[in-house]
């Protein structure tokens, strides 16, 4: 019994000690295949991502070669259109046309078709509108100067058919450049509304009249001007200033090459700060010291400016500061700009020389009386001045302007 027990114990000894080390050796195992794992996953997981990396580095490169072949093919043809002067010009042509356009429907639509008092029979047709003219002559008027106005149309300016014959024909366009009344529609609107039904020669503003709104007149006149008729000249004139109008025109024509010319009788007045004199400056302050002097601009009797002075104008009116006195505004306003100023003696002349230098062969643009600021009672004087002065009847109708404005034409 005893041997049989001990054999039996030496079997289960056997068994649990075989069974103890394959525990064991599954233990070690397990932790060995685990260290494999991530000896494994270490050495293998990397290299798509330094596949991926390599593969951004190669886009990357053939992005930059793309990015500067782009920035040297830009900066070639930059440089080509830098190069070419032509280039540039009919750019820079091409964006002052547009401006300009812009600011003449800008201004139509504001000065005619809002509000100005301009009715719609005094319109001009769509046809006109469009064509090239040399000139347009503003002849500020007041409400009470019809005389004034009548012996201007007795001289120096055509009336009815021979008026629309010298727009047709030679290029120039006249008109009496009036406002309106405090009271719109009152008896002083009514009687130009039926100067106007007669003569057909009035330019009429949205602007209110007074002596004070001189400067505020002018830039309406040269803003409704230019929206109105695309000429190369805009002209201001005073209607008791004799004016001889091809001459004028001649004299104006010299000047269409340049594309910024304001053209006059330039002068530099005093600044004068003494409140209750003639041509006192309320902003005298702004000008130095007392006893200064204006910077240099055209007299306000007769003065011309270019279509892109006239743009200029369009365009800034509503930025652009009005002085009391309408010629230094006018010349303020350019102060800053590359303007040619040109100043014409032609333009100034006196009643009392200008007709020796007619015999002379020295014919004057504009003639009145310094004393005056223009031709002392004018509405009695103005034939005899006329007579001694003027250019002859058919001075005008004779000037070559039919061909250059052809020319000009787009």
Known sequence: MSLKHHHHRGVELSAA????????????????FFCAGTLFSDRMWPEPEANVASRDAASDERLLLMSEDCDSSKKASLGEVYKSPDVTQTLDKTISTLEMELAAARAAQESITNGSPVSDEFKLPETVTKRKYLMVVGINTAFNSRKRRDSVRATWMPSGEERKKLEEEKGIVMRFVIGHSATPGGILD?????????????LRLDHVEGYLELSAKTKSYFTTAFALWDADFY??????????IATLGAE???????PRVYIGCMKSGPVLAQKGVRYHEPEYWKFGEEGNKYFRH?????????????SYISINKNVLHKYVNEDVSLGSWFLGLDVEHVDDRRLCCGTTDC????????????SFDWSCSG????ADRMKDVHRRCGEGPNALMAASFRNKITEDTH
């Open 17 to 32: 000690s075989k069974s103890f080390v394959s525990k064991k050796w599954t233990f070690l195992l397990c932790i060995g």
């Open 355 to 366: 007709e020796w230098k007619a015999q002379a062969g020295n014919m004057c643009v504009a």
């Open 190 to 202: 009514r009687a130009i509304q039926a100067e106007e039904s007669k003569h057909g020669d009035f």
């Open 235 to 244: 002209v201001k004139v005073d209607d008791d200033v004799h004016v001889n």
């Open 252 to 258: 104006l024509a010299r000047y269409r090459t340049k």
């Open 375 to 378: 031709i002392c009672r004018s």
């Open 298 to 310: 055209a007299t306000g009797q007769l003065y011309a400016i270019s279509r892109e002075l006239a």
